[in-house]
């Protein structure tokens, strides 16, 4: 028996030990904001929420994945200043194995390949499979290619040719760790392809629209996220006088680029770049929609987590000229999947450089942001088992905002505005 409860003993402690954890703090007073900005420089750790210290406030939710060998001194630190804390995640390295598992599996063979994640070369072969399995419907596009030479590989849907057809441009994976978008991004193109002529709803979006769709727009980053660092957000490129690796592409567009809410320092995880456009992964999506601007009517870009629908602007407190128009339809969404929705800047946080405010003032006036799920369970380790569920609500936010701009493009040809 003494045996046993010895063993026992050490099992606790080992996994007390070996654990990952993620953790939900709340700083009530200036002091503790001060001292939870300082932990994520001081300790190995990664902040999840908000995306970087710079945006840490009084009663407002810290989510917190501190590594196994930081877990005590963190720990220790928040007792000592009594801020308020609780574990999120006990079990964060299981559930990192766990969205690696089954991932072998031939996926022809598998009923479930759009309940998985899945690796970078994976989701390269399902672009191909995708391409030759509908020759005359789905184009791949090489749009450019990565810092560490990957190719930018966008699909374009289009099942006829119209004359002045409408577009739809939708990327996923601009952040590496949000696992949830890249595998959105995927299921989007099969649900597309598989119902259309069955669903009424998709048939009608793609015999209007052609839809371009970037399943992966910082392939570096996500890959490193497979391999070494499952919580890496920026692409993987290299910045002359530092060891610092990567620039956050979200603040990389050229939309008040690198002003309040972006940094300028390397090691930041909202840094910058060194220009607008810097880097090759913002450049080519950039050019990309420069080129089809007349064409493109909706900009969507898919990130997690917290389940918001987030609009212009996000780089300045100020409303965009059709902002009652976005909320309007954000209602719309809003009713039929719960998200939450508002202007960037004043539902979260100021953030410049980003793709959506870029997009809306190239002219893309319906320009939005999907934080997926969840809304801090799971955050960026959402479970296989909550793909489906996650991917379902966002389709249906996804279809009913591009129905709302072909209704609206028929609206104005058969009533033609003056302006
Ligand atoms: O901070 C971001 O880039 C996005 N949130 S995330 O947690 N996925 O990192 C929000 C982007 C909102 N839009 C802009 N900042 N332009
Ligand atoms: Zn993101």
Redesign the pocket.
């Known amino acids: 028996q003494v045996k046993t409860h010895l063993f026992n003993h050490l099992v606790c402690f080992n996994k007390h030990l070996t654990a990952d954890q993620v953790l939900l703090i709340i700083p009530d007073t200036q002091e503790h904001v001060d001292i939870l900005k300082n932990i994520s420089t001081q300790y190995e750790t990664a902040l ?5 210290p710079h945006h840490i406030q009084e009663e407002t939710q810290v989510h917190l994945y501190v590594p196994a060998n930081s877990s005590e001194s963190v720990k220790t630190l928040l007792q000592t200043h009594t801020i308020t804390h609780e574990v999120l995640l006990a079990n964060a390295n299981e559930l990192i194995e766990m969205q690696m598992r089954n991932d072998s599996t031939d996926p022809r063979s598998s009923s479930t390949f759009y309940q998985k994640y899945h690796r970078l070369e994976d989701i390269y072969e399902w672009i191909n499979r995708t391409t030759h399995d509908n020759p005359s419907t789905v184009k791949a596009i090489l749009i450019g290619s990565s810092f560490e030479k990957q190719p930018l590989l966008a699909l374009k849907l289009s099942m006829n040719d119209r004359p002045d057809k409408k577009a739809m441009w939708m990327d996923c994976g ?2 590496a760790r ?1 696992w949830i978008s890249p595998a959105f991004c995927l299921s989007f193109v099969q649900h597309s392809l598989s119902f259309y002529k069955q669903n009424q709803e998709i048939t009608h979006i793609l015999d209007n629209m052609d839809i371009y769709v970037l399943p992966v727009m910082n392939p570096d980053g996500y890959k490193h996220t497979w391999t070494e660092n499952r919580m890496w ?1 920026k692409n993987r490129s290299h910045t002359k006088n530092t060891n610092c690796i990567g620039v ?1 592409l ?2 990389n ?1 050229d ?1 008040n680029w690198c002003m309040e ?1 972006a940094s300028r320092d390397p090691c930041s995880e ?1 840094y910058c770049g060194r220009f607008p456009e810097s880097e090759p992964e913002s450049k080519a999506v950039a050019d990309f929609l420069r080129l089809h601007k007349d064409s493109i009517h909706l900009y969507i ?1 898919i ?4 389940q ?1 629908l ?1 609009f ?4 300045t407190l100020e409303e965009a000229p059709n902002h009652s128009d976005l909320v309007v339809w954000s209602k719309i969404i809003y009713h039929r999947n719960h998200y939450v929705y508002g202007a ?2 004043k539902t ?11 997009a809306y003032n190239l002219g893309i006036k319906y320009s939005f ?1 999907f ?1 997926l799920q969840d809304r801090g369970r799971y955050g960026f380790l959402l479970p296989p088992s909550h793909i489906h569920s996650a991917c379902s609500e966002a389709l249906t936010a996804v279809k009913t905002v591009a129905l709302m701009v072909i209704n609206k493009a028929q609206a104005e040809r058969s009533s033609p505005q003056t302006d």
Do not use: C, K, V
Not at 312 to 315: D, E
């Open positions: 999840w929420q908000p995306a970087s601009i952040h949000e957000r956050d979200n603040r567009f939309a809410g909202t870009s990130h997690s987590y917290s918001m987030l212009p602007y996000s780089y960037g800047a979260i946080y100021l953030a410049p450089g980003g793709s959506d405010d870029w942001t934080e």
